[in-house]
């Protein structure tokens, strides 16, 4: 094959995963006024709907306006080996291959986190403010943002050198290697991911002891579950979006309630959210993901040792001499079909489970508390209740409001 050859394979990929994606936002957004399902009409007055409406035409637009500045960008770049550029000059910094390879990231990552902030500015500091959602400060915004660069830099940094360090002591084999360190890293982020890092972000306190703390202790004893570790987190410092999620296994499991859940729902609908997440735990499901990410990692890897010896990859770049990092770049575009697929799959896997999580807060707990406590975060983040079903089946990890509630009342 000739290098052009891959190198409008690579922009032809570029372009068609831009008009799928477009093609499902459009879909999706010709749904925008459809009339409510009768079972969800009690989600929103009639302001509310139509300020609903407002919102979701408002974020469809903006993701148009987003994704074709970011695709724009990303064929320029290409266009004018922009890539050839980055390396000549990380090349000029260093001839040590693993510094190369890092200069050389840290410039494509921060170059690409400098163009999207006007963009993820506008979209806290004017969409999600004008909906009332937004109570993020400049301050954390850009503290955030800095904190982001610098856990990505030292985390990203040793992995990514330790990967070419291996590629460059065991050749091909290498991949066997990068999967163990990384599967290694994968398990202890979600051992320690709460205590080490979301620290750095938000407070976290242990839920104070009273009736919702008992209502929990008595729900999870009559499970049978061991839940010491339930905290409270800030939420509202960034949104007023509330949320609840399970992390870690083992001694290190966890739930996690954001201070908004428990300002906007009631005693009730907060445990029978709890229940969901204990029916996560109990279904295996937090294993089960996480063993389907180490298996994806492996399969990832193991196709980029196939592939990354080839200095084809490289050439189709205009990059003459043949590189890891290069090599990875190309890679990433002409794997991002594959992975596509795997994302569907693990999405349809996620609404599955979903369901059963419901499943197991309805028969341990009730099912009317969960009802009304999911119409309440839909009415409260002005959600979409009438998705299109391609855009929920390539999108969304948790089946549609109106799903969830027809699986409960069964
Ligand atoms: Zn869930």
Not at 219 to 247: M, P, Q
Request: no cysteine; net charge positive; aromatic share 16%.
């Amino acid at each position: 094959m000739k290098p052009e050859t891959l190198f409008y394979i690579i922009i032809a990929i570029l372009v068609i995963s831009f008009v799928i994606d477009q093609l499902l936002d459009y879909l999706n957004a010709k749904h925008f006024n459809d009339p409510l399902p009768i079972e969800l009409q009690d989600v929103f007055d009639e302001a509310e709907y139509k300020k609903s409406q407002r919102y979701k035409k408002e974020r469809y637009k903006f993701g148009i306006l987003t994704a074709t500045i970011s695709l724009i960008a990303t064929l320029l770049f290409f266009f004018f080996d922009g890539f050839a550029f980055v390396d000549s000059f990380a090349r000029s910094v260093s001839s040590n291959e693993i510094i190369i390879a890092l200069v050389f990231f840290g410039i494509i990552m921060m170059a690409g986190d400098i163009l999207s902030t006007p963009f993820s500015y506008y979209s806290t500091f004017v969409i999600e403010e004008k909906y009332g959602f937004n109570k993020t400060t400049r301050k954390t915004f850009f503290l955030d943002k800095l904190k982001g660069w610098l856990m990505g830099a030292i985390i990203g940094g040793i992995l990514l050198g330790a990967i070419i360090w291996f590629y460059q002591s065991t050749g091909q084999h290498f991949w066997l290697y990068a999967w163990g360190i990384i599967t290694v890293f994968t398990i202890f982020m979600n051992l320690f991911y709460a205590r080490l890092i979301v620290p750095l972000f938000n407070k976290q306190t242990p839920l104070k002891e009273g009736s919702l703390r008992s209502e929990i202790e008595k729900y999870a004893s009559k499970v049978g579950f061991t839940l010491d570790k339930i905290f409270v987190i800030d939420g509202s410092k960034r949104s007023t979006k509330a949320n609840a999620y399970f992390s870690g296994f083992g001694s290190e499991k966890r739930v996690t309630l954001y201070d908004t859940l428990i300002k906007d729902l009631n005693e009730d609908e907060i445990v029978a959210v709890l229940a969901h997440e204990v029916g996560h735990y109990k279904r295996n499901h937090i294993i089960i993901n996480l063993s389907a990410a180490i298996i994806t990692t492996g399969f990832t890897l193991w196709l980029l040792s196939l592939f990354i010896g080839n200095p084809l990859l490289s050439e189709a770049l205009n990059v003459s001499q043949p590189s890891f990092h290069i090599g990875l770049v190309a890679f990433g575009v002409l794997y991002s079909p594959i992975s596509g697929i795997t994302g569907l799959l693990m999405n349809y896997l996620s609404r599955k489970f979903e369901y059963q999580a419901d499943n197991f807060a309805k028969h341990t707990y009730a099912a009317p508390p969960l009802i009304s406590g999911l119409k309440k975060l839909s009415k409260n983040s002005l959600s979409n209740l009438t998705p299109h079903p391609l855009y929920v089946f390539a999108h969304y990890s948790h089946p549609t409001l109106l799903q969830r509630f027809r699986n409960l009342r069964k």
